[in-house]
């Protein structure tokens, strides 16, 4: 959803420490661990790796040295063209280097935002621009911590606590984005609201309700203050989710369970590229949008040749808009990648609870407020998925003699993230299939955000509250989620086209044929990008790119498929100042010419920004995407509406896409794939 809680304070509490489970069999798993990471650490740079903390360190004191007391925003690998990208992989073998590694880096100094690019091969600026737009970047973990504090001492705020009965020492705070609603604004501003703890840990259900405290961000300090009503504080008693907190009888009727690969994984890592079964792609951490994927390519053992997919796929944005209309709540329409970062807010994954016993985990990189490189241990997991599905079968007892029946089970591999966005908790998964296909799933889980109320009861409720009451003095507002992925598939190439192929229903009118219906395909390739703006539910339909310059040998063209599983649509007005700046909601699929500087779905800086930088703008100029290297935008929609299975924490609710070969192979590319063997078990004490 949309509030960082202090990064640092979160890492270092007690409330969350993280223990690594010791098994006899788990420090094999660490064995298979480190082997894989000594051949890594010797490893050249592939184009596309992210900025290793040494070259972190080397942009900070680059730019250091040309600005004073100057604050890191963003910093990520600016990457090389697309065509040198391209011809560098093509000439892999002979180790060619690339000439150049830049960064680009968003910084804020003397209260302006500067976008600079930093080449790290010569060590010098390359270019400086001063930005005068309306957005900011990305808040910074320690602005949003230094926030949080100004409360606590401030004494309106602690006069308001105790006028409600409370202890200011139990107090904890929390930093919200502001929005934009049409007004001139020139300052960095935050709102803070604030939470009792009082021996409970799970402060999101504990909102002090009533008081909106605003924070200008280069000053540091209170610049808005109203104690605006008193509503009781939610109680403590059933928000607790820790195991060591909850009351007996626990529920231990399920066995022990574990996957483990005695031979290692199937998969190797080497940098930053992954290859698995018939895959090979490139995995990157970047501070605003989590995990990249890039070259995905596919070996096809028919042609005897690797076949590009997808060139660079990430989370481009999410959108976040309460429904709630009043003074503390109105301005909660968060654009988290923009504001928050997707990457700055994932977590180490613990190892056997976020994922299984037979993960490989990576570390990811970012830059703090000052420049300074921070590690994120184990910010990715990478295991193969077996868990018990078929992959295909067929039982055939129509032949004479014995049955026929054919299975083959189906194993798959995965990468996940997962980003704690204050008090939502998002799980990435990119899960790549020996079909081809390439499923993205995303979960949701962590904690709804609570509004205080003086209602107990349903039948108490008279007005509008925007929300659903899930306890005593407990709302759960009404939200949306929105995630607009960046998908630039290259599928056997880059020059693609898009179709939409209809399911068109046909009335039957003939003597001669008992049926009065039945349904055609229809396609249309789309020319231009208003062709390509989709609004999903409204009729059946496929969505192909397609390389239009390739054909089977049965003359399809060749392509890949998005099969969407959600189809939401905004529910907000086009006139409303938080739908401009999500504008990228209003069609499930839009489709552009590739354009390196066209990333963020919601702009590059989109903190207090117009909307004037995001897919919906872009797509206006409505430019020519046959034949073209084109990029496909999906947008997946949550609609929430929170019920009392939420609370205290939710039970994780998923939904996805997926992006299938579509006459991509001559035939099903699993057809040989053959059972793995019989695993051994060891002697395994524990
Ligand atoms: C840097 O910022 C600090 C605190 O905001 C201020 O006191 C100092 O004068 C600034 N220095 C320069 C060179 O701008
Ligand atoms: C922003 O900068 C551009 C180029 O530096 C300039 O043309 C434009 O007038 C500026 N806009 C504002 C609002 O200052
Ligand atoms: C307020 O909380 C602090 C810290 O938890 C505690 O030491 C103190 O006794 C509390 N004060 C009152 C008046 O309850």
Not at 232 to 244: H, I, L, N
Request: glycine share 6%.
């Amino acid at each position: 959803m949309g509030f960082n809680f202090f990064y640092i304070m979160i890492k270092k509490s007690r409330i969350m420490s993280y223990h690594k489970p010791k098994t006899m069999c788990s420090s094999f798993r660490i064995l298979i661990f480190f082997l894989i990471f000594s051949i890594a650490s010797s490893h050249e740079f592939h184009p596309l790796d992210p900025l290793s903390p040494s070259e972190l360190s080397q942009v900070q004191t680059i730019i250091q040295k040309s600005h004073q007391n100057v604050s890191f925003h963003y910093v990520g690998l600016d990457e090389p063209k697309k065509p040198v990208v391209l011809s560098w992989q093509l000439n892999r073998k002979h180790n060619k280097k690339i000439s150049h590694r830049l960064a680009f880096v968003i910084v804020r100094t003397d209260a302006k935002t500067h976008e600079i690019i930093v080449d790290l091969s010569d060590s010098l600026i390359v270019s400086d621009k001063g930005y005068n737009g309306s957005g900011y970047p990305l808040l910074t973990s320690e602005e949003q911590t230094a926030a949080n504090e100004l409360p606590l001492t401030y004494a309106p705020f602690i006069a308001s606590v105790q006028k409600r009965g409370l202890n200011v020492s139990e107090v904890i705070c929390s930093s919200f984005t502001v929005g934009w609603y049409g007004e001139k604004r020139t300052k960095r501003v935050l709102k803070v609201m604030c939470y009792y703890i009082d021996g409970a840990v799970n402060f999101y259900m504990r909102p002090i309700e009533g008081i909106t405290t605003t924070v200008d961000l280069d000053e540091m300090k209170i610049t808005g203050y109203h104690d605006r009503l008193m509503v009781p504080v939610p109680k403590a008693d059933g928000t607790d989710y820790r195991e060591s907190m909850q009351n007996r009888p626990f529920d231990t009727r399920l066995k022990g369970m574990t996957v483990f690969q005695p031979d290692g994984p199937s998969f190797t890592i080497d940098g930053h590229t992954v290859r698995w079964a018939n895959w090979e792609f490139h995995l990157a951490f970047d501070m605003r949008a989590g995990p990249i994927i890039s070259l995905a390519s596919i070996y096809d053992p028919e042609k005897d040749e690797r076949r590009s997919v997808m060139y660079r796929a990430y989370l481009s944005e999410l959108f976040v808009p309460y429904m709630d209309l009043t003074e503390e709540w109105y301005y909660r329409t968060f654009l988290d990648a923009g504001e928050f970062g997707i990457g700055l807010c994932a977590n180490p994954l613990k190892p056997l609870r976020d994922c299984p016993e037979n993960a490989v985990f990576m570390d990811g990189y970012f830059t703090m407020q000052d420049g300074k490189p921070e590690k994120i241990s184990n910010v990715f997991c990478l295991f193969e998925r077996y868990a018990g599905d078929i992959l295909w079968r067929h039982t055939e007892p129509a032949l004479p003699g014995d049955t026929i029946t054919e299975v083959r089970q189906e194993t798959s591999l995965v990468v996940r993230m997962v980003s704690t966005v204050g008090n939502y908790d998002y799980i990435i998964d990119w899960e790549f299939k020996q079909t081809g296909t390439i499923k993205v799933t995303i979960g949701l889980s962590g904690l709804l955000a609570i509004k205080g109320s003086v209602y107990t009861h349903n039948d108490q409720i008279n007005e509008e509250l925007y929300a659903q009451l899930l306890a005593e003095n407990t709302l759960a507002v009404h939200h949306d989620h929105f995630l607009s992925f960046h998908l630039d598939l290259d599928v056997d190439g880059d020059a693609n086209s898009f179709i939409k192929t209809k399911l068109k229903p046909v009335r039957v009118n003939k003597k001669d044929v008992p049926r009065k219906s039945y349904w055609r395909t229809v396609n249309h390739m789309a020319k231009t990008e208003s062709d390509a703006k989709i609004k999903l539910g409204l009729g059946a339909s496929e969505f192909l790119v397609v390389n239009p310059n390739k054909k089977t040998k049965v003359g399809n063209y060749i392509g890949y498929r998005l099969i969407p599983e959600s189809v939401s649509s905004p529910l907000l007005s086009d006139d409303d100042f938080e739908q401009i700046r999500g504008g990228f909601t209003k069609y499930n699929m839009w489709v552009t010419p590739y354009k390196k500087s066209e990333k963020w779905a919601g702009g590059l800086l989109v903190d207090q920004g117009h909307g004037d930088d995001t897919l919906a703008k872009w797509t206006l100029r409505n430019r020519e995407i046959e034949n073209k290297d084109i990029v496909l935008w999906y947008t997946l929609g949550f609609h929430h509406v929170p019920y009392q299975e939420d609370f205290p924490v939710m039970p994780t609710l998923s939904s996805g896409f997926e992006l299938w070969p579509t006459n991509f192979f001559e035939h099903n590319p699993v057809l040989k794939v053959k059972v793995p063997k019989q695993v051994k078990w060891p002697n395994c004490t524990k």
